[in-house]
């Protein structure tokens, strides 16, 4: 491990726009370059410096010490925009009152009921799949995860409800993707179009949680889901949230949720269709373990094909790619000094396609993950970050993304559509575009004597 770590300035700035063209032109390869310039490398977005750390000693120095490295900077300043001070957003001395109270909603003892729940969607969701059948991956794939966080969020909510919020979570998603990334401040206050269907989507979900908020506190009893846990938590002092609080816990776990899982499944399809010795093994393992029918959470452990890779999409393809932090007070890292105030940036996408930390890092190789010594405490993976501020819904996500895969691969294949150059979006996840995939029925290898309705 070095002792002391190198400083630089990326190249290529403009004057007055620094480094944003070519941020904003091609985001992850301007990232994913910045390493070999320094692990610590200042660039301009416009009037402002930032400092991106590439070394992992450093993230991991940045995570952990959240007191100083506090949420803040461009992204969280915009998302505090629209979730407040949630359990994301909130700052450090807000942060552990937050955290544990909301902790036991996603304490592994949950993990099976919300499981069952997710089983129940992914099955709703594909039970109209027909063999030939076209579906937009990515959309089909955020209508799924959309459906199973409300589910285990609001488990006794109704279906319009439901819509509802799927439709104003849509406009919001994309509202704040626009918002972290304009550089240019004040846009979002004009009275366009999109900024007014913006709001309307935010006071449309505002009315939504607050009938669900009543709702319950009117039937008291735990429901087994999210939003029980978030009316029953209290601090040390016995208080409660308040129904704003609720509301921006509510939203914060929606935003963090659907998108991220949606985008890593949608890479998921998109890397098992072009690597057909991966898809060959993880239909042995589907086939042997579920036999044709959907994964359960007692399955999980049987799966560890499809847990790789889940593993090795989050290392390509990070949802969360990129985070920014505000430093409370003048600091240093890596040997360098840094100002109060100073914005520093911190990409998981860097540290998981440097060459030095994963070699050849932009194959798709799941098998990297067999080795023991890439598990554990392994400070250069971090798609769910590290420290206090690290995921609440890693486990989650993990658990809904693994029996996603399972579950439909065990019956399903999808292969996009030729021609098509398959892209990431700029959003505030890391997801791809629009793309295709014609389905086609799998019948498990050592059923297809028993196997013979082909829509079944
Ligand atoms: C593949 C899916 C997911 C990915 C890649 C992901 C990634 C992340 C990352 C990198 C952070 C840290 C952000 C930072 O350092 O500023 C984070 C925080 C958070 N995530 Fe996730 N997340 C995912 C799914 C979820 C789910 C399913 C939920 C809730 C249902 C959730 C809720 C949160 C919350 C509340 C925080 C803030 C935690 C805190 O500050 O204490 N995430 N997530």
Redesign the pocket.
């Known amino acids: 491990m070095p002792t002391t770590y190198t400083a630089a300035t990326a190249p290529g700035a403009l004057p007055l726009l620094g480094h944003a063209v070519a941020f904003a032109r091609r985001p992850l390869e301007f990232f994913a370059a910045l390493p070999a310039h320094g692990d610590l490398v200042r660039i301009r977005l416009g009037p402002r410096d930032a400092h991106v750390v590439c070394h992992p000693d450093l993230v991991h120095q940045v995570?952990t010490q959240d007191r100083v490295f506090d949420?803040g900077g461009p992204?969280?300043d915009k998302l505090r925009e629209v979730i407040g001070d949630?359990?994301?957003s909130?700052p450090a001395h807000e942060?552990r009152r937050?955290?544990r109270m909301?902790q036991p909603a996603?304490h592994r003892d949950r993990l099976p009921g919300y499981a069952a729940l997710m089983a129940e969607e992914i099955a709703a969701a594909t039970a109209d799949w027909r063999p030939a059948a076209e579906v937009d991956v990515p959309a089909t794939m955020y209508r799924i995860t959309t459906a199973a966080?409300l589910r285990?969020?609001f488990s006794a909510h109704d279906q319009a409800g439901s819509l509802a919020v799927h439709e104003s979570m849509e406009l919001i998603t994309k509202g704040v993707a626009t918002r972290v990334l304009l550089p240019v401040p004040g846009l979002d206050r004009l009275p366009t179009p999109g900024n007014l269907r913006f709001r309307r989507a935010q006071q449309d979900l505002r009315r939504m949680t607050q009938r669900v908020i009543t709702d319950y506190r009117a039937r008291a009893g735990d429901r087994d889901d999210?939003f029980s846990m978030l009316l029953a938590a209290r601090d040390e002092d016995g208080r409660g949230l308040t129904d704003d609080e609720i509301h921006d816990?509510a939203v914060?776990?929606?935003l963090?949720?659907?998108e991220?899982?949606a985008?890593?499944l949608a890479w998921a399809w998109y890397l098992i269709a072009t690597h057909p010795a991966v898809r060959a093994e993880l239909h042995a393992e589907l086939d042997r373990v579920l036999g044709g029918r959907p994964a359960a959470y007692a399955d999980l452990p049987e799966l560890p094909v499809t847990g790789r890779i889940v593993d090795e999409t989050?290392r390509l393809y990070?949802?969360?790619w990129m985070?920014t932090?505000s430093t409370t007070a003048a600091t240093e890292l890596g040997g360098h000094r840094l100002p109060a105030g100073a914005i520093v940036v911190?990409s998981?996408l860097v540290l998981h396609r440097d060459a030095g930390l994963f070699p050849r890092p932009l194959e798709f190789d799941p098998g990297r993950w067999t080795a023991k010594d890439r598990r554990g405490n392994d400070t250069s993976f971090?798609?769910?970050?590290a420290g206090?501020?690290?995921?609440?819904?890693?486990g989650?996500?993990?658990t809904?993304?693994t029996l996603v895969l399972a579950s439909v691969a065990a019956r399903w294949q999808l292969d996009p559509l030729p021609g098509q150059r398959i892209r990431p979006a700029l959003n505030a996840?890391l997801t791809p575009r629009a793309y295709t995939a014609r389905l086609s029925r799998r019948v498990p290898s050592d059923q297809s004597s028993t196997i013979t309705a082909p829509n079944r």
Do not use: N, W
């Not at 971090?382 to 970050?385: E, K, L, S, V, Y």
């Not at 501020?389 to 890693?394: E, N, Q, S």
């Open positions: 995570l949420k992204f969280f949630g359990l994301a909130c942060h937050q955290r909301l996603f966080t285990c969020l999210l816990q914060t776990f929606l963090g949720g659907m991220t899982t985008a890593l989050l990070p949802p969360g985070f932090r911190y998981p971090i798609p769910f970050a206090a501020r690290r995921c609440i819904g890693d989650f996500a993990v809904e993304a996840s």
